[in-house]
Each structure stands twice: as C-alpha cells, then as structure tokens.
T-cell receptor, first 114, second 115 residues
Framework: SQTIHQWPATLVQPVGSPLSLECTVE??????LYWYRQAAGRGLQLLFY??????ISSEVPQNLSASRPQDRQFILSSKKLLLSDSGFYLC?????????????FGAGSRLTVL | AQSVTQLGSHVSVSEGALVLLRCNYS??????LFWYVQYPNQGLQLLLK??????LVKGINGFEAEFKKSETSFHLTKPSAHMSDAAEYFC?????????????FGIGTKLQVIP
C-alpha cells in the first residue's frame, strides 16, 4: 500500500534562518506531488506541484522554493524565513492529474517562525 | 474565478443531533467534489467524493453528501453527531479541464460537538 511521510513534524526557527521540509511517498511510481500551506483561518493554499523529477510549478510568488530530486521525494525550502512563513505545511500526492483521483495527504509539518 | 464557499467557519451541534455542513461552488460545469476531515495537528483524510455517478454519496464514519447541480451545492450531513466527529471539515472541488486539474479548497468548517 502507498504511504506518505513528512518530516520534521514540528519545527521552530528564527527569522532569517533556512528551512528544509521533506516529503517522501512509498508504494507508487511517478506520483504528482503537492505542497500546501494551511494558515489559521485561511484554508489550504497550494504552493507548489510537481508532475515529475525536476519539474516544479509554483502557484504563488513567495519566499519558498521546492525541488524534486527523486521520483518520490519532494522538498520545500527557504533560504531566509519570514514571520509570515509560519503555518502548517502539508504534502500530498495523486497518481495522474488530480481529476477524480484523490489527494492523499501526509501528517503535516508545523512551522513556527519567531 | 472558480471558487468554493463553506458557510459557517464554526458549527456547534449537540451530541446525537443532525450535522449539516454547507458547501457551494461557483460554476455551471459539473466538477469533481470532495469532503475531507482534519483532526488537530494531522493531515487531511478523505471522507467522500462525487465523480458524476450517484448524486447521493456515502462516505466513512456515517457521513454523506448530496450533489445538487441546480443549487451548485454539495452539503455534508450526518444524522447523529458523535463526540469523535469534532474536527475541521474541508470541501474541495476540481473542475475538469484538458490540462492540469487544480484542487480548490474551501476555507474549512470547524465542527464542535457538545455533550
């Protein structure tokens, strides 16, 4: 069966420090991968999606970047964190374009920037 | 622009009472529709999905939702609330297109169940 892992689960970082959140999927090949951010009272915001290795699409301009060095690995990064980067980050995957296919989410990574 | 509206960011019901969480979407093109549930500090879990088969969709944990095209709605219901239903619920919509299909989420509704 397929599983999705995110780490770290929680992170407290000072403003201006770098960030690396990692997501891996097991039990499938060539998934579509997504990073969402959930801020209090603002629902889920799609940050990045990837349909293959090295292929990243950004939904909104921001202080973050994403990379996909391997088929089942998706990394969210920042060189210098801002206070506004605080939130709950969720990785998700589907097989193929997300039509009737269901998004399956990881457990999330909670980032607090101080 | 296509959007998803969840009426009521917070809903409180008594244990055993009917749960009704509202979701409306803006489009005349039948989309794919989903309800997800999120427990505190966890990821989202699929409750149910509508993909143009039966308009009444049954999901896990006794929840169901009815797709009403004329009302562009996909409200989530459960006949009798349980304490374990306390969570945040998200309606999500995908509008079919020829290319990449983006999921649009509602802002979420936090359900409180009062004993």
């Amino acid at each position: 069966s397929q599983t999705i892992h995110q780490w770290p689960a929680t992170l407290v970082q000072p403003v201006g420090s770098p960030l690396s959140l990692e997501c891996t999927v097991e039990g499938t090949s060539n998934p579509n991968l997504y990073w969402y951010r959930q801020a209090a009272g603002r629902g889920l915001q799609l940050l990045f999606y990837s349909v293959g290795i090295g292929q990243i699409s950004s939904e909104v301009p921001q202080n973050l970047s994403a990379s996909r060095p391997q088929d089942r690995q998706f990394i969210l990064s920042s060189k210098k964190l801002l206070l506004s980067d605080s939130g709950f980050y969720l990785c998700a995957w589907t097989i193929g374009a997300a039509g009737a296919n269901v998004l399956t989410f990881g457990a999330g990574s909670r980032l607090t920037v101080l | 622009a296509q959007s998803v509206t969840q009426l009521g960011s917070h809903v409180s019901v008594s244990e055993g009472a009917l749960v009704l969480l509202r979701c409306n979407y803006s489009s005349s093109v039948p989309p794919y529709l989903f309800w997800y549930v999120q427990y505190p500090n966890q990821g989202l879990q699929l409750l149910l999905k509508y993909t143009s088969a039966a308009t009444l969709v049954k999901g896990i944990n006794g929840f169901e939702a009815e797709f009403k095209k004329s009302e562009t709605s996909f409200h989530l219901t459960k006949p009798s609330a349980h304490m374990s239903d306390a969570a945040e619920y998200f309606c999500a919509v995908i509008w079919p297109s020829g290319g990449y299909q983006k999921v649009t989420f509602g802002i979420g509704t936090k359900l409180q169940v009062i004993p």
